[in-house]
């Protein structure tokens, strides 16, 4: 085998490794699932690429000690649904990922749905 070849051989096993690496941890869901509280806010943020970030408790009633979640929303529909919700119980449906992208949010949730509980 001649040096050419090894070389080549291993860049191209380089960009395979990468390139799966790379969809592991930022495009392929962790987890997906629910979770159903009281919406505390929506906002629009980032220096570069702008992004919907929320905040959501986790009860629906007013409780002293509720978990605050912490999501983004990469689809533009859903966030503005969503700013019409502030202050109310819904539910919403994210995919958790690995890692973050800058254009996809802050945050490693990511909402996907949302149903309004009444």
Known sequence: MSFKKIGWTIVLLLLLVGSFLIYWFYYNPFSE?????????????GNVFKTYEGEMWLSCRQTVNAEKFLFSIADKNIADSLVQLQDECVQLK???????LPWRGENKYVITGYERVK
Do not use: C, D, F, N
Not at 33 to 45: C, P, V
Not at 94 to 100: A, I, L, N, Q, W
């Open 94 to 100: 994210y995919k958790e990922y690995r890692r973050t």
């Open 33 to 45: 699932g629910e979770r159903k509280g009281s919406l505390i806010k929506i906002s629009k943020k």
